[in-house]
């Protein structure tokens, strides 16, 4: 007699929202969920979700999940068959994949030499060009404290042009140049920034696009050159380079634009052998027919869940049923999806102190209901918000059938959200969705700055209402 197999156990090595995600995500494959956490953490809604948690350090991201050999000695002591690392802190580290494959264990998302190639900014720029993708003109700096050097490469480039570090992300270690004065007076600030953040300074310099789109496009690898295509993202509303609402598909994309975003980000997974769920980004220019690639995230994305809305998939189960060696049950999709979806981070920040982190206790949390909402979040009533980690205090994604009654839906749903506590990117929400360059679509990412400085001093009464 057939003994019943075992189901197999997902160690989560992340937290907060996307902890609970991943492993909504295990229940839903059937398998067992393991939560890394740390001592801070040990009582959150993700622990309770989980089936059991291993503590792996401090509160202190530096001392616990930013430690391979802690997340595997986790994953080693709960048996775990796979371990998914959800965005940030290891899941662009190769480190940890190295130190599980070792072991046997498996990891959800691309191998090692993948995130090692896309990892490093200038070696994905040179991926790209194998594969045929159009890149920015661009030139390596060899020193952010040679002025002679940084004003012969500003020349070559042309300005405006970004300063920008090799690795990383989020936005750190990124700077505006219009000028050869502002470049020598940045480039060391951006190397300084980039060696706190990443520990690493290196940095290059490329052409500026002054009024382009952040589109983005989810791709899923099988490993071995096979690619599937779930559409496209704007993500062009951001602050300082940091999103703040997400939506797909992109609006106003004609066709030509977009087959050359999907076609381009085809050959580049195809190139890399590319293994999960990652997405490629682009910068689409509002002045002229350029599209430019700007870097693979090799991993999930935050703003995933508008895909996931959009098309009626799921990209997180997907990645653990792949990584167990199963088909991970996605289907052939057309490259528009029948529905619109848009999502706001709802941060705890106060937007009227330069959106200072607002860390404290919420007393009560109150969210919307109705066709077509999600809400992803690590929020419960009576929550100490911890001042350790990132703002983001959850995820509202709204889904409706074209982009209008997205639009509407997704305000009704942020002005009926209660955050009792703490000062929330709520009110900035608010007037965003409600403004008529929004409504209208497909504005550039340097829309939201100079928007907010006209609108600041109106949050003030609405920020109130949320506190």
Not at 356 to 364: L, M
Request: hydrophobic share 45%.
């Amino acid at each position: 007699m057939s003994q019943p197999q075992k189901a197999p156990t997902v160690l989560v090595a992340n937290r907060g929202e996307i902890a609970v995600r991943i492993i909504e995500a295990a229940h839903r494959i059937g398998a067992r969920a393991v939560l890394a956490v740390s001592e801070a953490d040990r009582d959150s809604v993700g622990a309770q979700l989980a089936d059991e948690t291993v503590v792996i350090g401090p509160p202190q991201a530096a001392q616990s999940y930013l430690r391979p050999e802690f997340v595997a000695q986790a994953a080693l002591q709960s048996g775990a068959d796979v371990v998914h690392p959800g965005y940030g802190f290891l899941s662009e580290q190769p480190e940890l994949t190295e130190m599980l494959e070792a072991e046997g264990i498996a990891f959800a998302g691309p191998r090692a030499e993948t995130l090692r190639a896309v990892g490093d900014k200038s070696s994905a720029r040179q991926v790209a060009i194998a594969a045929g993708v159009p890149v920015a003109a661009a030139e390596p700096v060899l020193d952010p404290h040679d002025a002679a050097q940084l004003r012969s490469l500003g020349d070559a480039v042309g300005y405006p042009l970004l300063v920008k570090a090799v690795y990383g992300g989020g936005g750190r270690g990124i700077r505006l140049a219009p000028d050869p004065e502002t470049l020598v007076q940045l480039a060391p600030q951006a190397a300084a920034e980039a060696v706190a953040a990443f520990g690493n300074g290196d940095l290059y310099v490329e052409r500026y696009y002054g009024a382009a789109r952040h589109v983005e496009v989810q791709v899923f690898g099988d490993g071995d050159g096979g690619v599937r295509i779930f559409g496209d993202r704007d993500c062009s509303v951001q602050r300082r380079h940091q999103k703040l609402i997400e939506e797909c598909p992109a609006p106003g994309l004609s066709e030509d634009r977009r087959r050359v975003l999907h076609d381009s980000s085809r050959a580049l997974v195809r190139e890399l052998r590319y293994r999960g769920a990652g997405t490629v980004e682009f910068m689409v220019d509002t002045q002229s027919e350029d599209i430019i690639f700007l870097e693979v995230n090799a991993r999930i994305q935050v703003e995933h869940p508008v895909t996931e809305e959009a098309f009626g998939i799921d990209l997180v189960a997907a990645q653990l049923r792949l990584a167990l060696g199963l088909d991970p049950q996605l289907p052939e999709m057309s490259a528009i999806p029948a529905a619109t979806a848009i999502e706001v981070r709802i941060n705890a920040e106060d937007p009227d102190l330069d959106f200072r982190p607002a860390p404290g206790r919420i007393a009560s949390v109150s969210w919307p209901r109705g066709p077509g909402i999600r809400v992803d979040t690590l929020l419960r009533d009576d929550y100490t918000f911890l001042p350790y980690y990132d703002s983001l205090m959850a995820k509202m994604i709204v889904r409706a059938h074209d982009r209008s009654a997205a639009v509407d839906a997704l305000l009704s749903a942020v002005r009926r959200t209660r955050i009792e506590g703490v000062a929330t990117t709520l009110p900035v929400h608010e007037q965003v969705l409600d403004h008529p360059d929004f409504r209208a679509g497909a504005v550039p990412t340097t829309w939201f700055g100079p928007f907010w400085d006209e609108h600041a001093p109106a949050t003030s009464d609405s920020r109130k209402a949320v506190r």
